[in-house]
């Protein structure tokens, strides 16, 4: 079985993904009230974030003479 790397950026955009479920789930079940109006600037930093987490180990890589991760899947 090949080693697999993590891949941190997939990592932090899929737990910012989970959060705001579960922010809406809170919300429609009536116990948390919040303003909707803040979901677009989380997202943006959050996946702003998952980028600069990505970019950050592919430059890594790099530096240290391993290859990237492959992008495409075949």
């Known amino acids: 079985m ?3 790397r993590t ?3 997939s990592l932090v955009a899929g737990l910012l993904f989970l ?3 579960i922010a809406f789930v809170v919300r429609g079940s009536g116990s948390w009230e ?4 803040w979901l ?11 980028g600069v987490a990505r970019a950050l180990v592919r430059s890594r890589a790099r530096e240290s003479g391993g290859s ?3 992008t495409e899947r075949g």
Not at 34 to 37: A, P, R, T
Not at 41 to 50: E, F, I, S, Y
């Open 19 to 21: 959060g705001l479920a």
């Open 34 to 37: 919040f303003d909707v109006m």
């Open 40 to 50: 677009l600037p989380v997202l943006a930093l959050g996946l702003g974030v998952a």
């Open 2 to 4: 090949a080693k697999r």
């Open 68 to 70: 990237a991760p492959p």
């Open 7 to 9: 891949d941190w950026g």
